[in-house]
């Protein structure tokens, strides 16, 4: 079993929607939660960095991490056309800076 | 600065065939990783440089070796290339501080025939 597990979907909606993309994961102790951003042949870049339980807003995204049920979630609100990529979700412990990532969700949406 | 850079963008191998997968960073970053990424299977860790002068294995290392040149510099080398390795493969370099996360390159795609 992967220490991550994600949807890859693919997931397509209107421009304007919400979009709701989900990981869980099985390692209690990740503490650090993160998500990337990967357009089409390109590397992932880093686009929200969150610590232990809660809510991080940033513009139209936000991210929230449930420790208790082992659950990350990325919202995205107003979803435009240039959202259209895949995401992937990642973790790590707090004393090991190797990351374990999600199989990765391909989002589109459609103008 | 150039940030992560991974040479070549493309590569095709005959089976047998080995070459190396140059990654080189100017962010001043300590730790360095090689991953792969195959469809539906996310990146996965293949090597990864913790400092200059160490390396050690990831998740997937067989089939791969590593050298951390120097600072800026680990490069990717497959001995004798199978079809199995046909993939992207990425570096990254790991920045610490408040965000203490890693910045990938463009990647390397790569078809073993």
């Known amino acids: 079993q992967k220490e991550v597990e994600q949807d890859p979907g693919p997931l397509s909606v209107p421009e304007g929607a919400i979009v709701s993309l989900n990981c869980t994961y099985s390692?209690?102790?990740?503490?650090?939660f993160m998500w990337y951003r990967q357009y089409s042949r390109k590397g992932p870049e880093l686009l929200m960095y969150t610590y232990s339980s809660g809510n991080k807003e940033d513009g139209r995204f936000t991210a929230q991490v449930d420790k208790s049920s082992k659950y990350i979630s990325l919202f995205i609100r107003d979803s435009q056309p240039s959202d259209s990529a895949t995401y992937l979700c990642a973790t790590r412990r707090s004393n090991d800076y190797k990351l374990s990532f999600g199989a990765g969700t391909t989002v589109t949406v459609r103008a | 600065n150039a940030g992560v850079t991974q040479t070549p963008k493309f590569q095709v191998l005959k089976t047998g065939q080995s070459m190396t997968l140059q990654c080189a960073q100017d962010?001043?970053?300590?730790?360095m990783y090689w991953y792969r990424q195959d469809p539906g299977m996310g990146l996965r860790l293949i090597y990864y440089s913790a400092s200059e002068g160490t390396t050690d294995k990831g998740e997937v290392p067989n089939g791969y070796n590593v050298s951390r040149l120097n600072k800026r510099e680990f490069s990717l080398r497959l001995e004798s290339a199978a079809p199995s390795q046909t993939s992207v493969y990425f570096c990254?370099?790991?920045?610490?501080?408040?965000?203490?996360?890693?910045?990938f390159g463009p990647g390397t795609r790569l078809t073993v025939l």
């Open positions: 962010m001043n970053h300590n730790s």
């Open positions: 990254a370099g790991r920045t610490s501080g408040r965000v203490d996360t890693q910045y």
């Open positions: 390692n209690s102790a990740f503490q650090y």
